[in-house]
């Protein structure tokens, strides 16, 4: 199994500003994912990260108000630009299972975020 | 459009009885479905899955029955222990889809009472 790491676990923003979330993976994965839980919803996919290209995104979130980078195989970054209340979630990354059942993905402990 | 739905937010059972958690999709592409379970500050994690082409997994005191026709899949725990007590999310992934997107229901809170 592999062990994602998160960082802030938690952080309270004001609005406008921006905040950029990273995920680390103990071992080389080809694609990281992003989620989105919003108060009392299902987790949403925010976009797919590939190394070496373009984030690829879900209808509903675009590159300007959620840049991702993936400068690496075990790392990635996920930014919530000019933030506002709406945008308070907890957001996930999460990879492939690797070797366990086909979809099976393992998740990182989550940012909660709060905009204020 | 919520593809895969958990009506019940919340359940309660006993220790020892069965707990029965349900969820309905409505994408007809979804052809394999997972079962994750999370604790309060920790992310989902894996419990059980069931591909399309399977009816019934068990895995110990968890499986996971899948009705195609009806477009209904369920989680029954036997027994049910404290330990259970979490938040219970149904995903599924589509047909030519790679990877792990997944697409989640709402959760159901599953209380387990000693």
């Known amino acids: 199994s592999a062990v994602i790491s998160q960082k802030p676990s938690r952080d309270i923003c004001q609005r406008g500003t921006s905040l950029t979330i990273q995920c680390q993976v103990d071992?080389?994965?080809?694609?990281m994912f992003w989620y989105r839980q919003q108060p009392g919803q299902s987790l949403t996919l925010i976009a797919t990260?590939?190394?070496?290209?373009?984030?690829?995104?879900e209808s509903g979130f675009v590159i300007d108000k959620f840049p991702i980078s993936r400068p690496n195989l075990t790392f990635s970054t996920l930014t919530v630009s000019n933030m506002s209340p709406e945008d308070s979630s907890i957001y996930l990354c999460s990879v492939e299972g690797g070797q366990g059942p086909k979809g099976s993905a393992f998740f990182g402990q989550g940012t909660r975020l709060t905009v204020v | 459009d919520q593809q895969v739905k958990q009506n019940s937010p919340s359940l309660s059972v006993q220790e020892g009885r069965i707990s029965i958690l349900n969820c309905d999709y409505t994408n007809s592409m979804f052809d394999y479905f997972l079962w994750y379970k999370k604790y309060p500050a920790e992310g989902p994690t894996f419990l059980i899955s069931i591909s399309s082409i399977k009816d019934k997994n068990e895995d110990g005191r968890f499986t996971v029955f899948l009705n195609k026709s009806a477009k209904h899949l369920s989680l029954h725990i036997v027994p049910s222990q404290p330990g259970d007590s979490a938040v219970y999310f149904c995903a599924a992934s589509e047909k030519e889809t790679s990877g792990s997107r997944l697409t989640f229901g709402e959760g159901t809170q599953l209380t387990v009472n000693p």
């Open positions: 990260a590939n190394q070496g290209s373009e984030a690829t995104y």
């Open positions: 071992s080389q994965v080809t694609m």
